[in-house]
């Protein structure tokens, strides 16, 4: 899910290091934790994706562990490239992804390389997600893309959160950072739409849709909040006991909290 480079400090540079350093120490956890959310999410915007991933060559942008790559695959996309920051997410891409250590605004393919880019909460995570759409045009000619919807929330995200602040949990800075200044911009239909076209798309849509993932059972709400590229290294940090202890304060937690369905806005260009 990493798009940029940047070196330690403050401001987008300090941003883009600290979402960096998060996901490579979150890889472990995320893909039995967040990953099954993620990948549900992956096969709704594959499903969306205009055109289709069938036959095509496709990026997957901001890949993680691959899971919007693998939803290409299985709607029947030639070839599949996954390009990511954080190599420790991209190691549980599987060869056949044809992983790529790349910055989102610097992507080291050829013009026309693909024919479809897919971005999978990518945007959300950049300081300049215009600078990345303008390179996803460049090397693409269409665009798939997704974010959260500005107003969805899940009960079980607050309840996870008090568990976890239970046990000493703080979030970090750079994820307060993005949660104030880089998710927003994500989550705003109108400001997508100005963004690819600026980028040169000719056409860009935003949809609203809602997302069954499948998952509600207690210990899936918790391993998908655990696994999380905020929470995750504090998770890995604690003692194998501590860790038990927190999962299962986190399973009690959710109980009750209903089925995980997602809102998510889904950008097509081209």
């Excluded at 940047?6 to 490579?24: D, F, T």
């Excluded at 999978?120 to 959260?148: I, Q, W, Y």
């Amino acid at each position: 899910m990493v798009g940029e480079a940047g070196g330690a400090g403050g401001g987008a540079a300090g941003l883009s290091a600290g979402v960096r350093s998060a996901y490579e120490e979150s890889a472990p956890l995320w893909a039995d934790g967040a990953g099954p959310v993620y990948a549900a999410l992956a096969r709704a915007l594959l499903a969306a994706a205009d055109p289709p991933a069938t036959g095509a060559r496709v990026l997957d942008l901001g890949a993680g562990t691959g899971t919007a790559g693998r939803a290409a695959q299985q709607a029947g996309a030639r070839s599949v490239v996954c390009a990511d920051l954080a190599v420790a997410m991209l190691r549980h891409c599987g060869p056949d992804a044809h992983p790529v250590a790349a910055e989102a605004t610097a992507l080291p393919f050829r013009d026309g390389s693909f024919d479809l880019v897919v971005a999978a909460f990518c945007l959300g995570h950049l300081t300049d997600p215009g600078a990345a759409l303008r390179e996803a045009r460049r090397v693409g000619r269409a665009l798939a893309a997704s974010s959260f919807a500005p107003d969805w929330t899940h009960p079980a995200k607050a309840a996870v959160d008090d568990a976890l602040a239970a046990f000493g949990y703080e979030p970090p800075a750079w994820y307060l950072e993005f949660k104030r200044d880089t998710e927003p911009r994500a989550g705003d239909a109108a400001e997508l739409i100005r963004l690819a076209t600026a980028a040169g798309f000719a056409r860009a849509r935003v949809r609203a849709i809602a997302v069954d993932t499948g998952l509600s059972a207690p210990a899936q709400l918790a391993a998908w909040r655990l696994g999380m590229a905020h929470t995750a290294p504090f998770v890995t940090a604690l003692s194998q006991a501590r860790r038990a202890e927190l999962r299962r304060a986190a399973e009690s937690a959710v109980a009750g909290s209903g089925p995980l369905i997602v809102g998510m806005l889904v950008l097509t260009a081209r």
